[in-house]
């Protein structure tokens, strides 16, 4: 069992509500009927040892997490910059606005939202044999 607490009946979002992929993604975990723990990280610290989790549950390094294109990340580094583990925590410690996208946590899957939709993939239908996409219907 890992730190962050995980049960298939609740989805966990951690976001930052100062970029719009965030407040985007948390009307469509918003919409579910499941339990929901939403996590600003804005407001929020999320500690080392979560953010290590949160990368071996997405399986990708620690320095994925985190978008290198972001103005504030370029502000502040190159963005080739080569960094150690306890690096790459200090920046997501520091400035949790460049990571790089929404994680949903659903049970024990992980999962990066690049695109607010891409929420509805990640949820199983409310009905049994009801599609959670229209277009499939036919």
């Known amino acids: 069992m890992g730190i962050i607490s995980t049960d298939k009946n609740k989805i966990t979002l951690i976001y930052n509500s100062n970029n719009s992929l965030g407040k985007q993604t948390l009307g469509y975990v918003n919409s579910s009927k499941k339990d929901i723990l939403s996590i600003d990280t804005a407001k929020t610290n999320i500690t080392d040892t979560q953010w290590l989790e ?3 549950y997405l399986d990708i390094d620690i320095s994925d997490l985190i978008d290198k294109k972001h103005p504030k990340f370029n ?3 190159n963005s080739n910059i080569q960094l150690e583990t306890n690096g790459w925590l ?5 400035h949790p606005e ?3 996208y929404p994680i949903v946590i659903i049970g ?3 999962h990066q939202i690049q695109n607010p939709s891409d929420f509805v993939k990640f949820i199983e239908p409310d009905s049994a044999g009801i599609s959670r996409n229209p277009a499939e219907e036919n």
Not at 90 to 94: A, E, R
Request: net charge negative.
């Open 54 to 56: 949160i990368s071996n």
């Open 108 to 110: 024990e899957e992980y």
């Open 98 to 100: 460049v990571v790089r």
């Open 90 to 94: 200090k920046i997501l410690d520091t």
């Open 75 to 77: 502000e502040l580094y």
